[in-house]
């Protein structure tokens, strides 16, 4: 999933592009915009809760993944995937097309079943719109990771990923990333 702070962009940016360009018709905007950034917030806790059962899992596991001789990296790895298949919730690192795809079918069937939305162009065409939107919000957060994981790099001295330095220095360089391209504001 996308992280939490390019989830209200990309709300966002549906509802800016859909309505703009007369594509929705909403009777309520606000509340069709609060909906539309719930269901991706929802998402988003799915796949948090799932990781959590995850981590869980490992842990109360790991003797058994030692012995088996796998690592955790892909224990973990098989285990999202089994659960995640189990739950209908779709998992996708990083956020690409096939998320995009589930996602934007998520938002095409709110869509049908709010009475307070229409929409001008054919169906299929509208799910492609809102399907572009979050492929073009996926791609513009894996520059930011690339961009913000070289700045790290860059360090004269060494910072191992998963060390609270690594992630203190990601997340303040993602958030002047995304002020940089001015997907938010400074005060964000």
């Known amino acids: 999933m996308l992280p939490k702070k390019l989830l209200k962009i990309a709300a966002e940016k549906i509802y800016k592009e859909l309505t703009e360009n007369n594509y929705l018709i909403l009777d309520k905007p606000e509340e069709f915009k609060e909906k539309l950034f719930k269901l991706l917030l929802d998402e988003y806790k799915k796949e948090k809760e799932l990781e959590r059962k995850v981590d869980e899992i490992i842990e109360q596991n790991l003797s058994e993944i030692d012995f088996v001789g796998i690592s955790v990296r892909d224990a973990r790895r098989r285990i999202l995937d089994e659960l995640s298949k189990k739950e209908g919730i779709v998992i996708e690192k990083p956020f690409g097309r096939t998320k995009a ?37 996926a791609n513009e957060n894996r520059k930011i990771i690339e961009t913000v994981k070289r700045r790290i790099a860059s360090h004269s001295k060494p910072i191992y990923e998963g060390t609270p330095e690594w992630k203190a220095l990601y997340d303040k360089y993602y958030k002047e990333e995304l002020i940089k391209r001015g997907l938010i504001d400074l005060e964000e």
Do not use: G, S
């Not at 054919?122 to 809102?130: A, F, M």
């Open 101 to 137: 795809n589930y996602l934007a079918n998520k938002i095409m069937k709110m869509i049908d079943e709010d009475e307070n939305v229409d929409y001008t162009i054919d169906r299929p065409e509208l799910r492609l719109k809102i399907f572009n939107i979050l492929l073009w919000v």
